[in-house]
């Protein structure tokens, strides 16, 4: 079946660790999101990008890098995480047809002690 | 400001009882979609909503679409402990654009 697979996803880190996230995709599609979600927040876009030439911050892009290696890959960086950035992390991807559906991987928690 | 607005928030009912779950926003939206997300889990899409009006049924579950694109709900008849989750409401802030989430409804069904 065509996928989207997250590592690692369960992640344990420390304050000031760099850390990264990845994301791939089996079902073609050219966009990919990642988001994180806290209780009580929802889910809040970190940043986005629409083909593999194109990056756009979210809503809550500082303290976090991507990278669009290719069509099907999508990273997620923490160059120094802090502990209020412990949270569910999720990629999602979509296709470009006007509705932007989102599929959406399994999901990284990460934790930042 | 948060532009689609979910109540409520938690809902606990017993097995086999009918509910409605509301999305609402002032926005005007193209669509609107239907997520459910259950623990340690990714939100799988149930519907899309287009036209304002629109009703879809996907077995015990209907999700209707305000005539003016503003809102919708969602309603279970004779919910099953299945039925548990998350429920969150999304829609693009302007058609093809990025979606942005509702913080959603839990819904705890009791057998």
């Known amino acids: 079946d065509a996928d ?21 995709q089996t079902k073609g599609h050219d966009r ?3 988001y994180r979600q806290d209780p009580g927040l929802g889910l809040r876009l970190i940043y986005y990008s629409f083909d ?3 990056i756009n ?7 976090y890098s991507v990278s669009r290696q290719a069509q099907a890959k999508f990273s997620l960086s923490l160059e120094s995480a802090i502990p209020n950035q412990t949270a569910l992390y999720f990629c999602a ?7 932007n559906e989102q599929f959406f991987g399994p999901g990284t928690r990460l934790t930042v002690l | 400001t948060q532009l689609l607005e979910q109540s409520p928030q938690f809902l606990s009912i017993q097995e086999g009882e009918n509910l409605t779950v509301y999305c609402n926003s002032s926005s005007v939206f193209s669509s609107l979609q239907w997520y459910r997300q259950e623990p340690g889990e990714g939100p799988v899409l149930l519907v ?6 629109e009703v879809k049924k996907l077995k015990r579950l209907t999700f209707q679409f305000g005539d003016a ?3 919708s709900s969602l309603h279970i008849t004779a919910a099953q402990p299945g039925d548990t989750g998350l429920y969150l409401c ?18 705890h069904i009791l057998p």
Do not use: H
């Not at chain 1, 911050?57 to 303290?63: L, N």
């Not at chain 2, 302007?94 to 509702?102: C, H, W």
């Open chain 1, 4 to 24: 989207v697979t997250q590592t690692p996803r369960n992640r344990i880190t420390k304050t000031g660790k760099r850390i990264m996230l990845e994301c791939s």
């Open chain 1, 32 to 34: 990919m999101y990642w």
């Open chain 1, 52 to 54: 593999v030439k194109d």
């Open chain 1, 57 to 63: 911050k979210g809503e809550i892009s500082d303290g």
């Open chain 1, 93 to 99: 991807t979509s296709k470009i047809d006007g509705y």
């Open chain 2, 48 to 53: 899309t909503v287009v036209t304002g009006g």
């Open chain 2, 69 to 71: 694109r503003k809102d």
């Open chain 2, 90 to 107: 999304a829609a693009p802030l302007n058609r093809d654009d990025k979606i942005i989430f509702g913080k959603g409804t839990r819904l």
